[in-house]
T-cell receptor
Framework: ETGVTQSPTHLIKTRGQQVTLRCSSQ?????VSWYQQALGQGPQFIFQ???????GRGNFPPRFSGLQFPNYSSELNVNALELDDSALYLC????????????????FGEGSRLTVL | AQSVAQPEDQVNVAEGNPLTVKCTYS??????LFWYVQYPNRGLQFLLK??????LVKGSYGFEAEFNKSQTSFHLKKPSALVSDSALYFC?????????????FGGGTRLMVKP
């Protein structure tokens, strides 16, 4: 177990709705990343938060947004859901990170599986 | 832009035999390289990483990987496969200078170890 917990584990939404996914980081970690893993594919980087600020973003539209809280937990929000948003959303925390580009392996949660109908 | 290729969708090996899961990468400059494993309905687990130094990196569960700069490869290996090694394996790369831990993953290779 990595100590990273995500909720909910599964959810079903319809097109156009909004969803919030939550992540609790491993104790002591200060960086949270979110990844989208479509069925049969590798994870794709959405964005990363360090000290409550976004400090890296992948090729995802602005309707994907996030927050990091003082306790280093995090939320991923997706507005105006589309069918292609159906995927496993993975949260990863790390001990090192930040603007200096420090290296650390990622500790992943088990993911939130989103189905958009 | 950085990218990772895992040319084999699936690798089949008999228990006790050596295994190799292939990975090649493209990145500007020197890379940071990683291997992760994913079991069914689970998140990814870190196996090993190459940052600098010795080209042969040892990781968890007896796995190792060899960094080859000239071939831009980072193949995962294990001398003797176990049935419990059956899982989905992902290679990932990060450019030096990128903020934090933005990893680019390959498409994954399913390893099937048969008794």
């Amino acid at each position: 177990e990595t100590g990273v917990t995500q909720s909910p584990t599964h959810l079903i939404k319809t097109r156009g709705q909004q969803v919030t996914l939550r992540c609790s980081s491993q104790s002591g970690h200060n960086t949270v990343s979110w990844y989208q893993q479509a069925l049969g594919q590798g994870p794709q980087f959405i964005f990363q938060y360090y000290r409550e600020e976004e400090n890296g973003r992948g090729n995802f539209p602005p309707r994907f947004s996030g927050l990091q809280f003082p306790n280093y937990s995090s939320e991923l929000n997706v507005n105006a859901l589309e069918l292609d948003d159906s995927a496993l959303y993975l949260c990863a925390s790390s001990l090192t990170g930040g603007l200096a580009g420090a290296i650390g392996e990622l500790f992943f949660g088990e993911g939130s599986r989103l189905t958009v109908l | 832009a950085q990218s990772v290729a895992q040319p084999e969708d699936q690798v089949n090996v008999a228990e006790g035999n050596p295994l190799t899961v292939k990975c090649t990468y493209s990145v500007s400059g020197n890379p940071y390289l990683f291997w992760y494993v994913q079991y069914p309905n689970r998140g990814l687990q870190f196996l090993l990483k190459y940052i600098t130094g010795d080209n042969l990196v040892k990781g968890s569960y007896g796995f190792e990987a060899e960094f080859n700069k000239s071939q831009t490869s980072f193949h995962l290996k294990k001398p003797s496969a176990l049935v419990s090694d059956s899982a989905l394996y992902f290679c990932a790369v990060r450019e030096r200078g990128n903020a934090g831990n933005m990893l680019t993953f390959g498409g994954g290779t399913r390893l099937m170890v048969k008794p």
